[in-house]
């Protein structure tokens, strides 16, 4: 089975860095699968951030491209998300997934980290 | 980018009922649709990917149709653990987009 966490700090301060993992058991970052990121602000819906691909390849969301960066180290078997410069407007569930099953849909999710930004 | 406008954006019904869930599609997205399940507190669930076709372990009750502009996901008759928010997905054109979902409440 498939299994995702994310790991971060909770709290961020305005103007600071978000900085997400997502560790990957069950499954390897070699395999042919996009590993995604989406957020949900609290209350509101589904956002898809970017995701990286096993080769390297990523897709950013044109509305966070200048702040964001999604990488992966394949031998912890986990991959990251960094996004500079938040505001209050990034304050979400955060959450990633696995792109696996047919046109590379969201077929295993991790269980989401809230993170706050406020000073 | 493209749109996905859901509706409605509250469905009041009863166990056992027929839920009909609309997904609108600014553009075509081809078959490129999926839609998900999501309870309070959890994670979205994939229950129905390329417009038609169930994931693993999804309850046969659940099924999905259209194409290009117009999807549809039904729930045939709706258990007590089905009310919850679905949201649908495309994965046509870059940046994939969600829907703003569909709340199945308990009438």
């Known amino acids: 089975q498939v299994h995702l966490q994310e790991s971060g700090p909770g709290l961020v301060k305005p103007s600071g860095t978000l900085s997400l993992t997502c560790a990957v058991s069950g499954d390897s970052l070699t395999s042919t699968n996009w590993w995604s990121w989406v957020r949900q602000p609290p209350g509101k819906g589904l956002e898809y951030i970017g995701e990286?691909?096993?080769?390297?390849?990523?897709h950013y969301n044109p509305s966070l491209i200048s702040r964001l960066t999604i990488s992966m180290d394949k031998s912890r078997n986990h991959f990251s998300l960094e996004l500079t410069s938040v505001t209050a407007a990034d304050t979400a569930v955060y959450f990633c997934a696995r792109g696996g099953t047919g046109s590379y849909f969201l077929d295993f999710w991790g269980q989401g980290t809230l993170v706050t930004v406020s000073s | 980018e493209i749109v996905l406008t859901q509706s409605p954006a509250t469905l009041s019904l009863s166990p056992g009922e027929r839920a009909t869930l609309s997904c609108r599609a600014s553009q075509s997205v081809r078959s490129y649709l999926a839609w998900y399940q999501q309870k309070p507190g959890q994670a979205p669930r994939l229950l129905i990917y390329?417009?038609?076709k169930r994931a693993t372990g999804i309850p046969a009750r659940f099924s999905g149709s259209g194409s290009e502009t117009d999807f549809t996901l039904t729930i045939s008759s709706l258990e007590p653990e089905d009310f919850a928010v679905y949201h649908c997905?495309?994965?046509?054109?870059?940046?994939?987009?969600f829907g703003q979902g569909t709340k199945v409440e308990i009438k």
């Open positions: 390329d417009a038609s």
């Open positions: 990286i691909y096993h080769i390297g390849s990523t």
């Open positions: 997905q495309h994965r046509s054109h870059w940046p994939w987009t």
